[in-house]
């Protein structure tokens, strides 16, 4: 029998992988979302949460003298929690060093590019600038670097032609909600964790590309 695995999903918007993860749940997965967090008081995705009985908290960057002290605040909040995993769903904050460091191995993001490429923010303008060919999402382990942690798995789409930002963010978004609770529940089973040599899904090393699905 799976042990339950206690999950935090931080937000700052509508939620809609926080929706995805939701929907996810059930008698045969282990994960359990036991909070949302989020640093605006008008995201969605806290209703998204209030409305499947998960208990929500607000914590307002903006109350805060700098980084550091907002991250040491967050770390307290999620701390109340005890997780074993810390999801970033959505959350528009660069942590710093220390929060990563203190979720090391228990925090994980999705990211809407085929990482490395497009780290920041603006990824589907910025692949069809480019004339890329395929573009997608990646949901990595989170580490010190912007968007540079060890893959797990990544959606590919290819870009159409006439593709606009908006209808190419549609069918990736729609991948996101494919392969992020595929990750997290990777992680609440067990099977997924992070090494010193990289991504280990059932104790084997992923490719530098992660689990890589083709749509």
């Not at 939620?15 to 036991?34: C, K, V, Y």
């Not at 409305?51 to 929500?56: H, L, P, Q, V, W």
């Not at 996101?176 to 992680?187: C, D, G, L, M, S």
Request: with cysteine; net charge negative; aromatic share 6%.
């Amino acid at each position: 029998m799976v042990q339950p695995c206690n999950a935090v999903v931080l937000i700052s918007g509508s939620g809609s992988n926080l929706q995805a993860l939701i929907d996810s749940l059930g008698e045969d997965n282990p994960l359990r979302i036991r909070a949302v967090v989020s640093n605006r008081a008008d995201a969605y995705g806290l209703t998204r949460a209030q409305n499947a009985g998960i208990a929500t908290q607000v914590l307002d960057h903006k109350a805060f003298a700098d980084r550091e002290a907002f991250d040491c605040a967050l770390i307290e909040a999620i701390d109340g929690f005890r997780p074993d995993l810390v999801v970033l769903a959505g959350f528009m904050r660069i942590l710093t060093p220390a929060f990563v460091r203190h979720y090391s191995g228990r925090l994980l993001n999705i990211h809407p590019s085929l990482l490395p490429k497009h780290k920041g923010l603006n990824t589907h303008q910025r692949a069809l600038d480019a004339q890329d060919s395929e573009h997608g999402c990646s949901v990595h382990f989170v580490s010190e670097e912007l968007d540079g942690g060890p893959l797990i798995i990544q959606a590919v789409v290819p870009v159409e032609p006439g593709d606009t930002a908006e209808t190419l963010a549609l069918r990736v978004h729609m991948q996101e909600h494919r392969i992020y609770p595929t990750a997290v529940r990777w992680f609440a089973e067990g099977r997924l964790r992070l090494a010193a040599e990289g991504a280990l899904l059932d104790g084997e090393k992923l490719p530098a590309t992660g689990y890589l699905i083709r749509t």
